[in-house]
């Protein structure tokens, strides 16, 4: 009897690992390609907080570094393009891949689209979200090499909820009045970024500078 019920839970403790994990991603094109350094387009923002763009912009090129990739400088590029009447993310969105080549020389372009950016206010909570999804195209081909997206919230932190009503309200008034005050969404994009390029499973593969663990 103790035998059955062990086996029964292994096997349910096996399903439920195979129902969670994600699928991995064939990386074949991308480790075909090889790309060395890449190019980072300003993310089109789909939300309504004009910060988006440039909140999500400046939290990439670390994790893409620490990956192993040369990152174009992203300020150099956004004004590079705007000087030469690229006003918008979307514009830019739209340059040709040969063009963007012949320009900056990249192996890659990186584009980034922001899906949620901002704070949720409710009555005895707020939750700030930061969703971002980004593909990488091959400058050279034209061949998409790696899709992926992520997504984090300022309620991962935690906390107690065992505050009582009169608790729930105060801590609902100071988180409201900090999110005024300054932008919450923005430490909440770093962590959505650094999901999105670096996940075991579905981030990023190593770049060529990615320094190896000493044994």
Known sequence: M?????SLLVSAALLTACATAPTPKD???????KPTSLLV????NETPDPDATNGVLAQITL????SGYYVMPVSLVSETLRQNGM?????????????LRDVFGADAVVYITVKQYGTKYMVLASDTVVAVEARVVDLRS??????GK?????????GSNQQGLVGLLVKALVEQVVNSASDRSF????????RLIVHPQLGLPAGPRKPVPAS
Do not use: C, Y
């Open 2 to 6: 103790m035998k059955t019920v062990l």
């Open 27 to 33: 990386m074949s094109a991308f480790k075909a390609a």
């Open 63 to 66: 994790p893409l570094a620490e």
């Open 41 to 44: 387009l300003p993310p089109l």
């Open 142 to 147: 034209g061949q998409e090499l790696w899709s």
């Open 87 to 99: 006003q918008t993310p979307h514009d830019m969105h739209q340059i040709a891949v040969p063009k």
């Open 150 to 158: 992520a997504s984090a919230a300022s309620s991962e932190e935690g």
């Open 187 to 194: 430490p909440v994009a770093g962590r959505a970024v650094n």
